[in-house]
């Protein structure tokens, strides 16, 4: 089986030297080149013909994310992208998948050799996964949010979500919304395919619960990003509190999220632990918690990723009464999760992203007798 053939774009010597050593222990892939800055990958891109690359954020001559978007114009492949872990760091890597980087690794600032032979197994998976998805020409460039420079967008006003406590009284928006909760799974492609869904949700939607494989560090960058783009407000999820409709929660990188009830009430649970299907967050998590609290007033979303995290759960969610939808093969960076899920019987629909949030809405207007706004 031919090697999958990687070209490493990054400024520091160090890293071009340990991501070569990385990608060259492997028996399916070959190191085919490495760049120092964008203009000399470009060269080497055009003249070796690459499977993958992995792009440095930051570098000079011209950024990762100038770069980035020229390639996904003109020549769109796979790009893993190689990040800081930094707030910077997380807003410009979110910037980048938006544009269309399959995936991204967050690099150590200290001990980078150390560091960086440690997340050889990630690294090496995320380009195996990469030389699998399905890349788009990029046709232009995202429109920035309304009044906002960049995707991390200062949260609109009155989108701000209050760490509820149990007995806060809820927001009057009808006994639909109090009642049914959307749990959402994602990996791979993830980023942007729950920013497409929740984007298209109304302010008065039922309360959201993410889990999006994501490592410390990325999600409050990518929950704000979201909150300045969508109806309902998003946030980070915090321990304990109340899940409230027409607001979204995201699992905390390298904490599983779960739900529980209290009253009549459903409340986030952010929880430490082992990893689970080899993920902390875990969407088996999640959804196992769905299928045990919330039952049929669930609805399960399983989008874009690789492998099977949280198929067995949201079959677990159908047996308890939720209704499950899955992104289809065509519209998904890889199809792994949503596969498993549909292998699973676990799935009642499966639909193209575009359609998938106009659908939920649908689907809660004709089965559960309360009026919301269309999307």
């Keep these: ?105 967050a690099k150590p600032r200290i001990g980078v050799a ?41 949260p609109r006003p009155g989108a701000t979500v209050p760490a509820a406590g149990p ?50 560090g990325f999600t409050r960058s990518y929950a704000a990003r979201l909150n300045g783009l969508c109806r309902i407000a998003v946030k980070e999820a915090s321990d304990g509190e109340r899940v409230l409709p027409g607001h979204a929660y995201i699992a905390p990188g390298g904490m599983h999220l779960s739900v529980e009830r209290s009253g009549a009430n459903y409340i986030a649970r952010v929880r430490d632990g082992e990893p689970v299907n080899r993920h902390k967050p875990s969407v088996e998590v999640l959804f196992q918690s769905a299928a045990r609290v919330a039952g049929r007033n669930a609805i399960g979303l399983m989008l874009t990723g690789m492998g099977g995290d949280g198929a067995q759960a949201m079959r677990a969610m159908r047996d308890a009464g939720a209704y499950n939808v899955a992104q289809d093969e065509a519209s998904c960076v890889v199809f792994g999760m949503p596969r498993e899920a549909i292998a699973a019987g676990a799935v009642h629909e499966v639909l193209p992203l575009k359609r998938i949030a106009e659908h939920l809405m649908q689907h809660l207007r004709e089965h559960a007798g309360a009026t919301l706004h269309r999307v």
């Design 1 to 105: 089986m031919a090697k999958t053939r990687v070209v490493v774009v990054d400024d520091s010597a160090l890293v071009r030297s340990l991501l070569a050593e990385i990608i060259d222990r492997q028996s399916d892939m070959q190191c085919v080149g490495t760049a120092a800055d964008p203009l000399v990958a470009r060269e080497m891109i055009r003249n070796l013909d690459p499977d993958v690359i992995t792009l440095d954020v930051e570098m000079p001559r011209m950024d990762g994310i100038d770069f980035l978007s020229r390639l996904m114009r003109l020549r769109p492949m796979p790009v893993v992208m190689v990040s800081t872990l930094t707030e910077r760091g997380a807003e410009v890597t979110l910037k980048a998948l938006e544009l269309g980087a399959v995936d991204f690794v």
């Design 114 to 154: 150390d560091g960086m032979r440690r997340l050889a197994q990630e690294i090496t998976d995320k380009v195996r996964i990469a030389a699998q998805a399905r890349v788009r020409r990029l046709a232009a460039a995202p429109p920035a949010p309304a009044g906002a420079g960049s995707p991390a967008a200062v």
């Design 167 to 216: 007995g806060e009284a809820s927001a009057p928006l009808g006994r639909l919304s109090t009642e049914k909760l959307i749990f959402i799974g994602a990996s791979t492609g993830g980023t942007e395919a729950t920013r497409e869904v929740l984007a298209g949700l109304p302010a008065d939607a039922p309360g959201v619960l993410i889990t999006q494989h994501m490592p410390p």
